[in-house]
Antibody, heavy 123, light 107 residues
Framework: EVQLVESGGGLIQPGGSLRLSCAASGFTVSSNYMSWVRQAPGKGLEWVSVIYSGGSTYYADSVKGRFTISRDNSKNTLYLQMNSLRAEDTAVYYC?????????????????WGQGTTVTVSS | EIVLTQSPGTLSLSPGERATLSCRASQSVSSSYLAWYQQKPGQAPRLLIYGASSRATGIPDRFSGSGSGTDFTLTISRLEPEDFAVYYCQQYGIHQPFGQGTKLEIK
């Protein structure tokens, strides 16, 4: 079964750091484009970051320089390292598979999502 | 950077009615890179439509997508009780913005 399971969320003080994990099963993380998407309480979806199968990474302006996306191929796991956290980073964080066929420039949507992990930044 | 604007913010309809949701991009986007998602309270989003008009696996044919350039539409032909949710459009690229969402509520 194709599945994503996030972990690592919690309560953290402003200025602190947290690392989120997203364990995949049923497919290989390193062969896919993978994104992090967040949702602040009562708000809409906000794309945070993507890592391509080739290793390139991109970030939303709101997190650039503070967050780092990475993966561990041996663990088939995606990560989001979050530093210098702010109150406005409080959200449910989802990982998702971006179904992309780079050679054909085809995009088939974020077709697999985790259940989300909650990050609360507060003193 | 492309901004996606969805309208209306809230749509109040009854089961059996037709729903038309709009997504407008701040500049022309490839229809190949436009997707729609459904989200219910307490759940992760679910992919409905990719490539502006192709239904994802398992999505009922009452859901359809259309559009090109800067204007895209999600249509639900006959609303079922389980369709009342929030809907988001999203554009693929180096950055992958979402629209702000349309809440479809029961009238």
């Amino acid at each position: 079964e194709v599945q994503l399971v996030e972990s690592g969320g919690g309560l953290i003080q402003p200025g602190g750091s947290l690392r989120l994990s997203c364990a995949a099963s049923g497919f290989t993380v390193s062969s896919n484009y993978m994104s992090w998407v967040r949702q602040a309480p009562g708000k809409g979806l906000e794309w945070v970051s993507v890592i391509y199968s080739g290793g390139s990474t991109y970030y939303a302006d709101s997190v650039k320089g503070r967050f780092t996306i990475s993966r561990d191929n041996s663990k088939n796991t995606l990560y989001l390292q979050m530093n210098s956290l702010r109150a406005e980073d409080t959200a449910v964080y989802y990982c998702a598979r971006d179904a992309v066929v780079p050679a054909a420039m085809g995009y088939y949507g974020m077709d697999v999502w985790g259940q989300g992990t909650t990050v609360t930044v507060s003193s | 950077e492309i901004v996606l604007t969805q309208s209306p913010g809230t749509l109040s309809l009854s089961p059996g009615e037709r729903a038309t949701l709009s997504c407008r991009a701040s500049q022309s986007v490839s229809s190949s890179y436009l997707a729609w998602y459904q989200q219910k309270p307490g759940q992760a989003p679910r992919l409905l439509i990719y490539g502006a008009s192709s239904r994802a696996t398992g999505i009922p044919d009452r859901f359809s997508g259309s559009g090109s350039g800067t204007d895209f539409t999600l249509t639900i032909s006959r609303l079922e009780p389980e369709d009342f949710a929030v809907y988001y459009c999203q554009q693929y690229g180096i950055h992958q913005p979402f629209g702000q969402g349309t809440k479809l509520e029961i009238k």
